[in-house]
């Protein structure tokens, strides 16, 4: 295995664990699984070493006690919050819960385990189905096991709304076991743990693919928002706005019903006949009113399924859809009734107060509820001088870097190439063990070949001068030399000269 963390001891337990690293998209769940692999001890007492309690581990959509996890894993594995919004189904249902909701939903998986959660998140009431079956891709689980050394369970696959996987354009497979969750005393892991049949989502045709792999992405984009970042009132004006504009609605905001389910159900043709998405059947019933519900003037949160596919059908592409909610959030839209904007009043006294006292406009927009575009919206909307420091670390500015870093470049000369902060590429190296090693020693290479070339300037340029005197000029290298390259130094001194010898450094 590539990753192997190292043993942590378990004091009380005097038991230690060796940890695999938490992959960037991996389940938390699938983690924790693979930890009870390559130790071996029982399902119930790798939870206990982890959680600190028999069956939290085996929770495989919503965490729990992830402080006693931190603790117990050394902070090896990132925050909390971080582990808990990309790591766990939290990061899908929380952008539509307002910000404090979802603060204390937080802050309640934290510190303990919430057997009510799903309850409140609406899950229960929503009839899309809470049982999350597990899911994958092959080809990725594939891929996995060459970069990785063993397949894993990615998170955006278990989104409840994703049914293809985008990277290999096909459809995934569920794996379908008839012992509930809270009854599994291990793990279904992709390649290992419990028995399971495995089914595939029968995507018909190219036009469903298409649509599905569309649902996949924006899925994926909206579990990235930050909590409470979309205000379902908001979102139900940026519906009806959508709807009028594609002659669905009158200009009063009256729903066009016939128009609506001919344009929906021709959207989504065929998707109701996925076997295994209890999920799509029983929205299936709900179409008609789905966007009716959301797009009322007082509407319910929803379940994320439901706004995914009337985004789907309405929005062209995620930009769009964001650049609509952001335009119905303007302050100066006189357009926009003051209840709709009630709740977010408070987020935008909360962002300038923290832009004011220096943050970035990500962090400021992380402790808002909001996503990083509309912070910076609203940064410019209320005249706020910021650094602009949300710079986004994609994969390919990240192979740049490694590139770069591994001919040696200098860390900061790195981070201006790739337009991110220092901060962020000494990040990188201390994360990256092996890339920080190779960046050493070119960086001793590139060293020596600039002094060893100064050196022979300067012998070049004052043939006369004897070594004591050279090494009278300011930033001549010799010491360097010595210390670090002392067999070239010999090679290349003229052999009239003294004999070399570290005193009088320069
Ligand atoms: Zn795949």
């Given at each position: 295995?590539?990753?192997?963390?190292?043993?942590?001891?378990?004091?009380?337990?005097?038991?230690?664990?060796?940890?695999?690293?938490?992959?960037?998209?991996?389940?938390?769940?699938?983690?924790?699984?693979?930890?009870?692999?390559?130790?071996?001890?029982?399902?119930?007492?790798?939870?206990?070493?982890?959680?600190?309690?028999?069956?939290?581990?085996?929770?495989?959509?919503?965490p729990?006690l992830l402080h006693?996890l931190a603790?117990?894993?050394?902070?090896?594995?990132?925050?909390p919050?971080?582990i808990a919004?990309?790591?766990?189904?939290?990061?899908?249902?929380?952008?539509?819960?307002?910000?404090?909701?979802?603060?204390?939903?937080?802050?309640?998986v934290f510190?303990?385990?919430?057997?009510?959660?799903?309850?409140?998140?609406?899950?229960?009431?929503?009839?899309?189905?809470?049982?999350?079956?597990?899911?994958?891709?092959?080809?990725?689980?594939?891929?996995?096991?060459?970069?990785?050394?063993?397949?894993?369970?990615?998170?955006?696959?278990?989104?409840?709304?994703?049914?293809?996987?985008?990277?290999?354009?096909?459809?995934?497979?569920?794996?379908?076991?008839?012992?509930?969750?809270?009854?599994?005393?291990?793990?279904?892991?992709?390649?290992?743990?419990?028995?399971?049949?495995?089914?595939?989502?029968?995507?018909?045709?190219?036009?469903?693919?298409?649509?599905?792999?569309?649902?996949?992405?924006?899925?994926?984009?909206?579990?990235?928002?930050?909590?409470?970042?979309?205000?379902?009132?908001?979102?139900?004006?940026?519906?009806?706005?959508?709807?009028?504009?594609?002659?669905?609605?009158?200009?009063?905001?009256?729903?066009?019903?016939?128009?609506?389910?001919?344009?929906?159900?021709?959207?989504?043709?065929?998707?109701?006949?996925?076997?295994?998405?209890?999920?799509?059947?029983?929205?299936?019933?709900?179409?008609?009113?789905?966007?009716?519900?959301?797009?009322?003037?007082?509407?319910?949160?929803?379940?994320?399924?439901?706004?995914?596919?009337?985004?789907?059908?309405?929005?062209?592409?995620?930009?769009?859809?964001?650049?609509?909610?952001?335009?119905?959030?303007?302050?100066?839209?006189?357009?926009?009734?003051?209840?709709?904007?009630?709740?977010?009043?408070?987020?935008?006294?909360?962002?300038?107060?923290?832009?004011?006292?220096?943050?970035?406009?990500?962090?400021?927009?992380?402790?808002?509820?909001?996503?990083?575009?509309?912070?910076?919206?609203?940064?410019?909307?209320?005249?706020?001088?910021?650094?602009?420091?949300?710079?986004?670390?994609?994969?390919?500015?990240?192979?740049?870097?490694?590139?770069?870093?591994?001919?040696?470049?200098?860390?900061?000369?790195?981070?201006?190439?790739?337009?991110?902060?220092?901060?962020?590429?000494?990040?990188?190296?201390?994360?990256?063990?092996?890339?920080?090693?190779?960046?050493?020693?070119?960086?001793?290479?590139?060293?020596?070949?600039?002094?060893?070339?100064?050196?022979?300037?300067?012998?070049?340029?004052?043939?006369?001068?004897?070594?004591?005197?050279?090494?009278?000029?300011?930033?001549?290298?010799?010491?360097?030399?010595?210390?670090?390259?002392?067999?070239?130094?010999?090679?290349?001194?003229?052999?009239?000269?003294?004999?070399?010898?570290?005193?009088?450094?320069?």
């Amino acid at each position: 295995m590539l990753y192997c963390s190292g043993p942590i001891e378990q004091p009380s337990r005097r038991m230690s664990l060796n940890l695999p690293k938490l992959v960037a998209d991996q389940t938390l769940y699938s983690w924790c699984g693979l930890v009870h692999a390559w130790n071996g001890s029982s399902a119930t007492s790798t939870s206990r070493s982890l959680f600190g309690s028999p069956y939290t581990a085996l929770m495989h959509d919503f965490p729990g006690l992830l402080h006693h996890l931190a603790e117990r894993t050394r902070g090896q594995l990132g925050e909390p919050r971080d582990i808990a919004l990309q790591h766990t189904l939290l990061g899908y249902f929380l952008p539509l819960v307002h910000v404090d909701q979802a603060e204390g939903i937080l802050q309640r998986v934290f510190a303990g385990t919430m057997p009510e959660l799903k309850m409140k998140l609406g899950i229960a009431a929503s009839r899309i189905g809470g049982h999350h079956h597990l899911k994958g891709c092959p080809e990725c689980f594939d891929d996995d096991e060459e970069t990785h050394g063993f397949a894993y369970w990615h998170i955006d696959d278990q989104l409840p709304s994703a049914m293809v996987c985008r990277k290999h354009r096909r459809p995934l497979v569920i794996a379908w076991d008839p012992v509930t969750p809270v009854h599994r005393r291990g793990w279904l892991l992709p390649r290992s743990g419990l028995k399971r049949k495995w089914i595939e989502v029968p995507v018909l045709g190219e036009e469903q693919m298409d649509r599905l792999t569309t649902v996949a992405e924006y899925s994926a984009r909206f579990a990235m928002l930050a909590p409470g970042s979309l205000n379902p009132r908001v979102l139900a004006r940026v519906y009806q706005k959508a709807l009028h504009s594609k002659g669905l609605a009158t200009a009063k905001g009256s729903l066009r019903l016939t128009a609506l389910i001919k344009a929906t159900r021709s959207h989504f043709r065929g998707i109701e006949s996925v076997p295994g998405f209890e999920s799509l059947q029983a929205v299936t019933g709900d179409w008609p009113g789905l966007a009716g519900a959301l797009a009322r003037r007082r509407p319910r949160p929803g379940h994320p399924l439901k706004h995914l596919l009337l985004i789907c059908m309405l929005f062209e592409a995620w930009e769009e859809f964001l650049e609509a909610y952001e335009d119905m959030l303007s302050p100066i839209d006189e357009g926009t009734p003051t209840s709709a904007l009630g709740p977010q009043v408070s987020s935008i006294e909360t962002f300038r107060c923290h832009v004011i006292a220096g943050s970035s406009i990500r962090s400021a927009s992380n402790k808002a509820g909001v996503c990083t575009t509309t912070g910076l919206k609203w940064a410019k909307q209320l005249g706020l001088r910021y650094t602009s420091r949300a710079k986004v670390f994609s994969d390919d500015k990240k192979n740049l870097a490694r590139i770069a870093l591994m001919a040696g470049a200098d860390a900061g000369a790195v981070a201006e190439q790739v337009g991110v902060s220092q901060i962020t590429i000494n990040r990188m190296l201390s994360s990256e063990p092996d890339l920080k090693e190779s960046w050493c020693i070119a960086r001793f290479y590139r060293s020596r070949e600039r002094t060893r070339k100064h050196f022979r300037a300067l012998i070049r340029e004052n043939p006369h001068l004897t070594v004591k005197a050279l090494r009278q000029i300011p930033g001549n290298g010799y010491m360097w030399l010595y210390r670090h390259d002392r067999a070239w130094l010999a090679d290349n001194l003229p052999s009239l000269w003294l004999q070399i010898g570290p005193t009088n450094p320069d």
